[in-house]
């Protein structure tokens, strides 16, 4: 039995490890996370997925669009990883995220019209490079309660012949792409919602396949630690502490440390649905105020368990889930035993 600072614990009663909570990662994933100035976009799939012929990003309400920055600023960075058919090798991708005029794309065929952006993915791959644009507008209509914004990029088929007109470059076939923008979305104070809809190719055709389309979500914000107390006896001077983690209204498992009189002394674990409690005894003599507080960091994790409920677009389903990390504080509280 420990006694540091004369308390003892009795129990852990969440003993829920530290996995990763939900399921496994399910094949294509989005992952976002931000900053005051910065927002980093991470999309994934693996190698036996089809390649993506056009994902659709939904920037949720709250943030702020600045899409003033003029052709040629170098708004930030890009990289990523691509499995090269013609090579049968793995290769990285990285580069800049450039804005250019969205004069000049005006008839691509991925997203034809005029735009309010559009920034290029500059990316050098296998000594070529290859300018994938990023096509930005505001929603309108239905498409509003998706998001106030959207995100738009298309992909070259790679399993078609070589010298097929659109073919990717090496029939590249994308694993993993992230790119970070700054000073161009401004985050909201509270917790948001990113959605992305994910259109695959038909295999060996290189025409979308619209019933293949799929949703992936990140939820990213503040997170949450909530602590009370319970004497449980004043005779043996035993006092049990509990609370629950969450962040974007989802539960989270993770490790919580509980604080006495402002130094980390013991730690316990939320369970799945977000709560923890552990038991603590004042083994002195004396009759004493003793300050609790709670403090929990997590890190990002999968969440398809909880966050993919409820598809937003039936039939099209959700297939992963993920949440940004975060560090939370509770209230402290105050004991006298």
């Known amino acids: 039995m420990r006694s540091i600072c004369k308390l003892a614990v009795l129990a852990l009663v969440s003993t829920a490890a530290l996995a990763l909570a939900g399921n496994a990662f399910a094949t294509q994933k989005l992952e976002v996370s931000q900053t005051s100035g910065s927002v980093t976009i991470k999309l994934s799939q693996a190698q036996t997925d089809a390649q993506p012929a056009r994902i659709t990003i939904y920037v949720p309400a709250g943030y ?35 804005v250019d005029s969205p004069s000049n794309h005006l008839a691509d065929p991925c997203s034809p019209g005029a735009h309010q952006a559009v920034w290029i993915l500059k ?11 990023v096509y930005v507008d505001p929603t309108a ?105 969450s962040q974007s209204g989802l539960d989270v498992a993770a490790k919580v440390r509980i604080f006495v009189n402002n130094k980390a002394r013991f730690s316990t674990s939320s369970k799945a649905n977000g709560e923890y409690a552990i038991s603590l005894k004042n083994t002195s003599k004396k009759v004493r105020t003793t300050v609790f507080q709670a403090r929990v960091t997590a890190a990002a994790r999968d969440i398809t368990a909880s966050g993919c409920t409820n598809p937003t677009q039936a039939p099209i389903p959700c297939v992963s889930a993920t949440a940004g990390g975060f560090s939370a504080v509770s209230r402290k509280v105050k004991v006298r035993l």
């Open 141 to 245: 209509g239905a498409e509003g309660a998706l998001g106030s914004a959207k995100l738009v990029v298309c992909l070259g088929p790679s399993d078609v012949p070589s010298g097929t007109p659109g073919r990717s470059p090496n029939g590249a076939q994308l694993l993993d792409a992230t790119f970070t923008v700054n000073g161009v979305l401004t985050p909201p104070a509270g917790a948001t919602r990113w959605m992305a809809f994910t259109t695959p190719y038909s295999a060996g055709n290189g025409r979308p396949n619209a019933a293949g389309t799929v949703e992936t979500r990140s939820f990213v914000g503040p997170g949450a630690v909530t602590l009370s107390s319970k004497i449980v006896s004043k005779k043996t001077k035993l006092v049990r502490l509990s609370g629950t983690v």
């Open 123 to 133: 990316l050098s791959v296998a000594g070529q490079t290859i300018q994938l644009p």
């Open 64 to 98: 702020q669009l600045n899409t003033s920055q003029t052709a040629g600023t170098v708004i930030g960075k890009t990289s990523g990883q691509v499995f090269a058919r013609d090579l049968n090798i793995p290769l990285p991708l990285e580069g800049d995220v450039v």
